[in-house]
C-alpha cells in the first residue's frame, strides 16, 4: 500500500513514516512543507512531496493521486496561536479530504484527540483546539471516504508497548506516540476498521487483536 | 413573527432588533451575554435572553423555543483572537443551528461575509476569519434548515439607503449595516430567500425587488 503521510514531519507523523518505511508491504510517502524535511526524509530513502498544508486542494491532490491511503497527522502543535489550529487541524484536514476524493483515494485515517466528540470534554484551557478536531472528525464521517478516526489520550515519547485500551469513550490515559503510530498502520491493514471512530489509551491488549474488538 | 435575535448586541444586531420592534408584524427576542446588555435592551422594551453563546446548545434551544425564526448576526470582532473566532463566529453559528433543530425552529437566518464560498477570495490577512464564515455556512447547507446566508461586503455605519445589489458572486464592495439589517427582515418575510445564499453590497436596487432576483 502507497501512504501519503500529512504531517510526517510531527512526532506521530516520523514514527508513521519510519515503521511503513520498514514494512516490506508499504511504501511511505511523506508530504512536508520545508525542503529541510524533504531532505532528511530522503536521506533515509524515503519518498517525499513538498506541499504546503495550507496552499491548495489541487497541490495536495496532485500528490494523493500516488497514495492507496492517506494519514492526516498534521496538528499546528501547541507554540502556535488559533489562528493556525484553524487553518492546520481543520481547514488543512478538511482539504486534505476533499484532495482524497479529487484523487480517487477512499481510505483515510485521521488522528484526532480523545474524547472531542463530546462538547463537555473539550478543553477547558484551549476549547478551539478541540472545536478543530472535532468539526474536521464530523467533516470526515460526512465525506463518503472509507475514514478511521483515532481519538488518542494524552501523547508521550515512551517507547511503545504494542499493547492499547480502544473504545468508543474512555476516560482520559496516555498512550506512546510510538502505538499511536502502529495503531494507525493496523488500521490501514484491517478493514474491519473503516467507519470507525474511537479514544485510544495504553491499555493491555495488543493492537490488532483490539482493533478487532471494535 | 418572533424572532430570536443571536448576537442582538453586535453593530448590526442592534440594527435588527431596533426594526423589529418598530414592526407590527415582528417581536425581537434579543438574545445577549451580560446582564447590561439586557438592561440597555429591556429600557428600550424589548424582549431579552441572556444566554452566553458559549455555554451549551440546550441553553440556547431553550430561548429558541419561543422563536419562529433566529437571526444568527453573532461575531467576536476584530479585537479578540482567532480562539473567539473559532468559539463564536464557528462553533457558536453551529450550536446556534442545532438548538434551533432542538427546538424545532426551522428558519434560520446568518449573517456570513462576501466571497467566503470562495477559498481564493478568503482574507489573506486572516484566514482563519474567513474559514470560519465558511465552514458555518457550510454546515448550516446541510443542516436540513430553512436557511438563507446573507454574504455583506465591507459594513459601513452610513445611513441605510434601502437599495442592495445581491448574486450569488459579487466584486467586493461596501454596504451600511443598517441595510444589512433590512434585508435580514426582508429575507425574513420572503420565502423565496430559502435555501438560497448570495453576496450583498449597496446597489441600485430596492431590498425585496433584489431578493426576489435571487
Not at 3 to 28: C, D, F, M, T
Not at 94 to 100: D, F, G, H, R
Not at 180 to 208: C, Q, R, W, Y
Request: hydrophobic content about 40%; overall charge negative; proline content about 2%.
Amino acid at each position: 500500500m502507497n501512504v501519503l503521510i500529512i504531517g510526517a514531519n510531527g512526532q506521530i507523523g516520523q514514527h508513521v513514516v519510519r515503521k511503513l518505511h520498514e514494512s516490506s508491504e508499504h511504501n511511505a510517502i511523506a508530504m512536508v512543507r520545508k525542503e529541510e524535511q524533504k531532505a532528511k526524509f530522503e536521506e533515509q530513502g524515503v519518498k517525499t512531496a513538498l506541499v504546503d498544508l495550507e496552499g491548495s486542494i489541487d497541490d495536495i491532490a496532485n500528490v494523493a493521486k500516488e497514495a492507496d491511503a492517506i494519514v492526516f497527522t498534521a496538528g499546528s502543535g501547541g507554540h502556535t496561536g488559533a489562528d493556525k489550529t484553524m487553518m492546520i487541524d481543520l481547514d488543512g484536514a478538511i482539504k486534505s479530504m476533499e484532495a482524497a476524493k479529487q484523487a480517487g483515494v477512499k481510505r483515510f485515517v485521521i488522528v484526532s484527540a480523545i474524547g472531542v466528540h463530546h462538547r463537555d470534554k473539550w478543553m477547558s484551557s484551549a476549547p478551539y483546539y478541540s472545536a478543530a478536531k472535532y468539526y474536521a472528525d464530523v467533516w470526515l464521517e460526512k465525506s463518503g471516504l472509507d475514514y478511521t478516526i483515532i481519538r488518542p489520550g494524552g501523547l508521550t515519547n515512551d517507547p511503545g508497548t504494542g499493547k492499547i485500551k480502544v473504545a468508543v469513550d474512555l476516560e482520559r490515559g496516555q498512550i506512546p506516540r510510538a502505538d499511536v503510530a502502529s495503531t494507525i498502520i493496523a488500521s490501514l491493514e484491517d478493514n474491519h476498521t473503516i467507519g470507525k471512530a474511537f479514544d485510544m489509551i495504553g491499555g493491555e491488549t495488543p493492537i490488532e487483536e483490539a482493533l478487532k474488538s471494535l
